[in-house]
């Protein structure tokens, strides 16, 4: 049972920044991994995802202020997030695929998530 554990969430003012991590029981090389968001009363959001191949797509409305990125030697996954908007407040959850599988066929395992919270 593939494991992973979000750290990092917290509180801050318009405009600051947060950096969350994500802690694999897993080889993270070998699957593609993202970041994906919940706010009371929505939907959840894909925030950003990173292929296999280190390939990035973002949400329309995080580009240019957030940013993915993997180690996979230490088989965690980070979200520096910066110009932080009210906006942007929701649960974050860090997802991972099967291993081998394309982005596009959907993540199977999910953390329970960070809180971030942005006051105006």
């Known amino acids: 049972e593939v494991q992973l554990v979000e750290s990092g969430g917290g509180s801050v003012q318009a405009g600051g920044s947060l950096s969350l991590s994500c802690a694999a029981s897993?080889?993270?090389?070998?699957?593609?991994m993202g970041w994906f968001r919940q706010a009371p009363g929505k939907e959840r959001e894909r925030v950003a995802i990173?292929?296999?191949?280190?390939?990035?797509t973002y949400a329309d409305s995080v580009k240019g202020r957030f940013t993915i990125s993997k180690d996979n030697a230490k088989n965690t996954l980070y979200l520096q997030m910066n110009n932080l908007k009210p906006e942007d407040t929701a649960t974050y959850y860090c997802a991972a695929g099967r291993e081998y599988n394309r982005c596009s066929v959907g993540m199977n395992y999910w953390g329970k998530g960070t809180q971030v919270t942005i006051s105006s």
């Open positions: 990173i292929a296999r191949d280190d390939t990035v």
């Open positions: 897993t080889y993270t090389f070998s699957r593609c």
